[in-house]
């Protein structure tokens, strides 16, 4: 309901008016005190909040002009609409007068009602959509600010170009990122001229991920490109995502990239990658040296201890015998040493495996474990297939099953589930459950470390390379392996694989 501020001294034209208003459905409200008083009447009109002032000439055009004029360039009151209410007609000089002055309209008395109100009616809702848009206004310019905060401060490098694929705005972390960022707003076409294809081509104005997204209205993702700076001359490696702009009506008005300098992180892999290469290549030699050695040791122990058995006394038969166990153990270690290494540099396999013939697999070569610890293995019998390393596979499953019979609990039935959980998306969900021993929470991701064992040699035999092998042949499937377990309450091995599989990179 509509609240009209009638500034008119009380009489019988004032309460016709109101009267009036009252019948439309209107609020009439009454003069404040010291509304009259050119000190007072801004703030007065201000407290009041209305939605249109009605000024009375009672006290003549020229103060009607006056206040009128006092509240239209007030700021306080100046977007609140001001009709002047009038007698007799006025003639066109004092009519010019009080239209200069910020009067909206002119009411006279003389006229119809309905005429009078219906433009009173008018000056309400041109007030009312004058406070919407200035309230989305408000609303558009604090979002603006707060993005534009976002642009400035965001330490991604940010470019908007507009639908002729000309850059406008870079933020600061770009210009950063470009070196010489800040001619872009000149030389637009600079950027994409210096830009190259990762083998050193140069990439086509066309090719380039903000100019598919500002003109052709498509999205790129992970689109790496070369840029060759100027100052200071160096090649940065960039990766850029894209995505087109649409105005309110939905028409492509630009685009905006989002680019990452990853020059340094990509320095830091290869570098890694290399002392890595380096690092296997020593396993995999020192490896296979010790083989030899080893086996002579455990050889000459074997001898010795047989040989001289009636010479020696018990301690010496015993310090041979540990020789021998030792021997054997860093037998193992050693085989085990070059497996991981193995399992790093060998070609994928990637072909479709029916996970129930590799868990077939995986469990013939425990079969003899099962039976000595009166295991029960339950296999789900539909699980689905993948598209992976098979014998990889195997020796993911056969490590998990081995180490769910291996770890236990004594004196307790050893149950353990192989299954899936079905779920949306390309991923396959397996697990490995038991019954055993437990991990404990901050042991959870230790235990895919190379060498990382949580129990003596004395209590569980192992060389604690297992777990790391299942999480190497995982992540090269592009698949990922977390479990679930506490102390005392068994543990579950979930094993994330996708269900397709990328063309095999080595």
């Not at 990239?257 to 396993?283: C, G, H, K, P, Y």
């Not at 038991?434 to 190379?450: K, M, V």
Request: proline share 5%; net charge negative.
């Amino acid at each position: 309901m509509s609240r009209i501020l009638l500034l008119m001294r009380p009489g019988e034209a004032s309460a016709r008016f109101a009267a009036a208003l009252a019948g439309a459905g209107k609020t009439p409200v009454e003069a404040p005190a010291g509304w009259h008083d050119d000190g007072l009447i801004v703030d007065r009109v201000h407290d009041a909040r209305p939605d249109v002032v009605v000024i009375g000439d009672e006290d003549g055009a020229a103060t009607a002009i006056d206040r009128c004029r006092a509240l239209t360039e007030a700021a306080l009151t100046r977007f609140i609409p001001v009709a002047v209410l009038v007698a007799a007609r006025p003639d066109e000089a004092l009519i010019a007068r009080m239209f200069a002055c910020g009067a909206r309209e002119i009411l006279c008395l003389a006229d119809a009602m309905p005429l009078l109100l219906a433009r009173v009616d008018n000056l309400a809702g041109l007030n009312f959509l004058r406070q919407t848009f200035r309230r989305q206004h408000d609303a558009l310019a604090a979002r603006t600010a707060e993005l534009d905060r976002v642009f400035e401060t965001v330490t991604a490098g940010l470019a908007i170009a507009d639908a002729d694929a000309q850059i406008v705005r870079v933020n600061p972390a770009g210009s950063a990122m470009l070196g010489d960022g800040a001619a872009l707003l000149t030389e637009p076409s600079s950027a994409v001229l210096r830009l190259y294809a990762p083998d050193g081509r140069r990439l086509p104005i066309t090719e380039h991920p903000l100019y598919r997204a500002a003109v052709e209205g498509g999205s790129s993702r992970g689109v790496r490109l070369l840029l060759r700076r100027l100052d200071p001359p160096e090649d940065r490696v960039l990766v850029v995502d894209a995505e087109p702009l649409h105005g309110a009506y939905g028409e492509l008005v630009g685009g905006l990239a989002v680019f990452r300098d990853e020059t340094e992180s990509i320095r830091l892999q290869d570098e890694l990658a290399q002392r890595n290469e380096e690092m296997e290549a020593f396993v995999f030699t020192a490896s296979h040296d010790m083989k030899s050695p080893l086996q002579t040791i455990r050889r000459y122990a074997r001898m010795v201890r047989e040989d001289a058995a009636d010479r020696l006394d018990g301690d010496s038969v015993r310090h041979l015998e540990r020789v021998e166990v030792n021997a054997q153990r860093l037998g193992r270690l050693v085989e085990g040493l070059v497996h991981v290494v193995k399992v790093g540099r060998m070609e994928l396999v990637r072909e479709p495996c029916d996970l129930n013939q590799v868990l077939r697999d995986a469990m013939r070569p425990l079969d003899a474990l099962v039976r000595q610890a009166d295991a029960q293995v339950e296999v789900a019998p539909d699980l689905p297939t993948v598209v992976a390393d098979h014998e990889r596979l195997v020796d993911v499953f056969e490590n998990l099953v081995g180490n769910a019979i291996k770890y236990r609990r004594p004196a307790a039935p050893c149950r353990i589930q192989v299954g899936w959980i079905p779920e949306a998306g390309d991923d396959v969900h397996l697990y490995v459950r038991d019954e055993g021993l437990g991990i404990a929470p901050e042991n959870h991701a230790r235990i895919f470390g190379l060498f990382q064992r949580l129990h003596r040699r004395d209590e569980i035999e192992g060389s604690g390379l297992g777990l790391a092998i299942v999480a190497r042949i995982v992540e090269r499937h592009g698949g990922s392996v977390r479990v679930e377990s506490s102390l005392g309450r068994g543990a579950t091995f979930h094993v994330h694989l996708p269900r397709r599989q990328e063309p095999p990179t080595g």
